[in-house]
């Protein structure tokens, strides 16, 4: 990859346009387009291209590991009012399974089919609509 490639990469990777790319990366406005369109066909810009999307996309959106450091340092900020610092604290703790709650539900639930509910067959889309035609076609 040559140094106008690594150029036409970076700023098509800011901006998915490939003609302007091609130019601000020092290719002639005559033959932008056709530059751009075949610098996007070649498996090693394309892979560069995809790089440079994924480090800016990973800068502009916090891990989880940032937004520990974040609880951490709210928590720990003793400037800060108590009531943010203990949500700071719970939503830490939460994020680590410290409040895991587990819930066993059983229940018994009685249904009856009334004559006007219609019911739908996937296979066939024909409407049921009758006692008797749910019975028949199980």
């Given at each position: 990859?040559?140094?106008?490639?690594?150029?036409?990469?970076?700023?098509?990777?800011?901006?998915?346009?490939?003609?302007?790319?091609?130019?601000?990366?020092?290719?002639?406005?005559?033959?932008?387009?056709?530059?751009?369109?075949?610098?996007?066909?070649?498996p090693e810009l394309l892979d560069y291209i995809k790089q440079l999307q994924a480090e800016a996309e990973?800068?502009?959106?916090?891990?989880?590991?940032?937004?520990?450091?974040?609880?951490?340092?709210?928590?720990?900020?003793?400037?800060?009012?108590?009531?943010f610092r203990l949500k700071a604290s719970e939503l830490l703790a939460k994020s680590s399974g410290e409040?895991?709650?587990?819930?066993?539900?059983?229940?018994?639930?009685?249904?009856?089919?009334?004559?006007?509910?219609?019911?739908?067959?996937?296979?066939?889309?024909?409407?049921?609509?009758?006692?008797?035609?749910?019975?028949?076609?199980?």
């Open positions: 990859m040559n140094d106008r490639q690594r150029a036409f990469c970076q700023y098509y990777a800011a901006d998915p346009d490939g003609t302007a790319a091609a130019i601000k990366a020092g290719y002639s406005k005559r033959t932008a387009a056709a530059i751009a369109s075949e610098n996007l066909r070649k990973a800068a502009r959106v916090a891990d989880l590991v940032e937004v520990k450091r974040f609880w951490t340092a709210t928590m720990r900020d003793e400037e800060q009012r108590v009531e409040f895991v709650q587990r819930v066993d539900l059983t229940a018994q639930v009685e249904a009856q089919v009334e004559e006007d509910v219609v019911f739908y067959i996937p296979d066939n889309g024909r409407p049921i609509t009758k006692k008797e035609d749910i019975d028949q076609n199980g």
